[in-house]
């Protein structure tokens, strides 16, 4: 049901914009966050859109670069990346329906994930 897109290579300093698109959506679009994962690291959460009852969210490593959002009538949610930086390398993934974010475990809906590498 989800589906990433906007992957890829760039440069340190560059942008990347991610792309889920829900299909067969029976949820909120702002109901979708991003996680991101690195070869023998368990997954992290990146970032999450404001919903009702909450706010925008983001991990520390992330924070003033990184913006979530979503688009009900496009049924997409996006993650915009900016400033990055060789670090911000790993596969990441769009997740739907988290019971909260900082537990991957809790999610119903995961996408296949989308490569993202940043070189220096």
């Known amino acids: 049901q989800l589906t990433e897109s906007g992957g890829g290579s760039v440069q340190a300093g560059g942008s990347l914009r991610l792309s889920c698109l829900v299909s067969?959506?029976?949820?909120?679009?702002?109901?979708v966050g991003w996680f991101r994962q690195v070869p023998g690291k368990d997954r992290e959460f990146v970032a999450a859109?404001?919903?009702?009852?909450?706010?925008?969210a983001s991990a520390d490593s992330v924070k003033g670069r990184f913006t979530a959002s979503g688009d009900n009538a496009e049924n997409s949610a996006y993650l915009q990346m900016n400033s990055l930086k060789p670090e911000d390398t790993a596969v990441y993934y769009c997740?739907?329906?988290?019971?909260?974010?900082?537990?991957?475990?809790?999610?119903?809906?995961w996408g296949q994930g989308t490569q993202v590498t940043v070189s220096s």
């Open positions: 859109p404001a919903w009702v009852g909450s706010s925008a």
């Open positions: 997740a739907a329906r988290c019971t909260t974010w900082q537990s991957p475990n809790t999610c119903e809906y």
């Open positions: 067969e959506r029976t949820f909120s679009i702002f109901r």
